[in-house]
């Protein structure tokens, strides 16, 4: 009930912004101009009223924003629909200062701490005006040469600006960008090596088990082709004990990595621990490799010649 | 008339609560309304009513409505719903808890620690 109050307050206050500006104002004039008549009624002149009254409620504009504020509508609410180029806004830390921020501009979002997270509500603040720098600054220097060559250079501009400036830190952007990915790709390379040796193994055990079949099913295999079963018949066999053995193996493979995937999920993006193309891929091709690893004793079984098979033993 | 005081942080919500459950209530009325029952004794900023009201209003906790007032002027009445009723009545309980508990230690004296 209280979540459906805050959803349709929001949901009214994006879809018809003027119009509760509008019924914003004429709340606040009205509790103005109630507090002036009743000052009139207590024996204070209409225009001492008047003036009383502004001095108490104090300025519409800043009743107005202390209301969105206390909705959290301050800088969008406020915006939306409207272009925002030119007016001001203030955030907790400034409001005390009385500091106000004018919008000279609007750009796309972007991320920023984490590539992961979503865009947050972001405003960019010239550098020129910035009055906090104890943590430091970072330039973007674009180049069309060679960036070895191009620290030197700047590191002299830094240092005519001040002596005792360190330049700390400096690298490429496709650095930063390798650095702060290499976790993740230092994990996608290991597990896709595990992965992939998991796979060979796979594919040699499943070759092993059923050349060995095969092996010890030479007489049995002569005896049916003696007795008139085609060749491809017993190849189907073979390859269909094969497939058995990869289903199975298929079965359990996706049952423990529905169970252990799930600790995986902080290290995915864009992708769920379950999710099914992912899983019905892997699954495929490992069914696959182990068909490819079943094909070659299946086919020799076929072409076993009934009599050499009998003199076997 | 005693000498004004200022609320107590945290309690203008509850205040404003109490007020519009006796009866529908503009903003002004609200100002009034706490004003009258406090014995003119409570000093209300007057900044911080709207951003109450519209708070209490997004939370579900009271309901707004145009109507018009005394002086046949368009004027927003606040009303409480069913859950600020709830609130209303849950705060009260714990306000009441809170100052049996502070008016308590306050009155203890040295032999009783």
């Known amino acids: 009930m209280k979540l459906f109050a805050r959803l349709r307050s929001w949901f009214r206050w994006i879809v018809k912004p003027r119009q509760l500006e509008n019924e914003m104002e004429t709340e606040v004039r009205f509790h103005i101009e109630s507090y002036t008549a009743d000052l009139v009624c207590k024996g204070v002149p209409q225009p001492e009223a008047m003036r009383r009254a502004r001095i108490d409620f104090g300025g519409i504009e800043s009743h107005k924003d202390a209301i969105r504020a206390s909705l959290g509508l301050r800088l969008w609410g406020e915006f939306v629909g409207t272009n925002p180029v030119g007016k001001t806004f203030h955030t907790e830390h400034t409001e005390e200062l009385d500091d106000r921020y004018e919008i000279i501009g609007v750009c796309a979002d972007a991320k920023y701490a984490d590539l992961r997270d979503d865009p947050p509500p972001t405003f960019y603040v010239l550098y020129q005006q910035q009055k906090d720098a104890r943590h430091g600054m970072t330039f973007e220097v674009r180049t069309s040469g060679d960036h070895g060559t191009l620290i030197g250079s700047i590191r002299a501009a830094v240092q005519s600006v001040d002596r005792d400036l360190p330049l700390i830190d400096v690298r490429t952007q496709t650095e930063q960008i390798k650095a702060s990915m290499a976790p993740e790709r230092l994990f996608a ?29 030479v007489n049995e295999i002569g005896i049916r082709l003696a007795l008139g079963a085609q060749a491809s018949q017993v190849l189907r066999m073979v390859l269909g004990e094969t497939a058995w053995l990869a289903g199975i193996g298929v079965a359990i493979g996706l049952a423990a990595s529905l169970l252990l995937t799930q600790s995986l999920a902080a290290m995915l993006f864009g992708l769920k621990p379950t999710d099914p193309s992912t899983l019905a891929g892997a699954a495929l091709l490992l069914f696959a490799i182990a068909m490819l690893a079943g094909w070659g004793p299946a086919n020799r079984a076929s072409l076993i010649q009934p009599m050499e098979a009998l003199r076997h033993e | 008339m005693g000498k004004q005081i200022d609320l107590l942080q945290g309690t203008l919500d509850m205040l404003i609560l109490k007020a519009v459950s006796l009866g529908p209530l503009h903003g002004y009325g609200v100002l009034l309304r706490i004003q009258q029952i406090s ?70 004296t040295s032999e009783e620690v």
């Open chain 1, 189 to 217: 390379a290991v597990t896709s090596g595990f992965g992939g040796l998991a796979l060979i193994l796979a594919m040699i055990g499943v070759y092993g088990i059923m050349a060995h079949a095969v092996g010890r099913r």
């Open chain 2, 39 to 108: 014995g003119e004794q409570l000093e209300i900023q007057q900044g911080s009513l709207y951003p109450a009201l519209y708070r209490l209003e997004h939370q579900g906790l009271i309901a707004s409505e145009w109507g018009e007032s005394d002086n046949k002027r368009k004027a927003k009445f606040y009303s409480l719903t069913a859950a600020g009723r709830r609130q209303l009545h849950s705060e009260t309980e714990k306000w009441n808890r809170m100052a049996a508990l502070i008016a308590s230690i306050l009155r203890t």
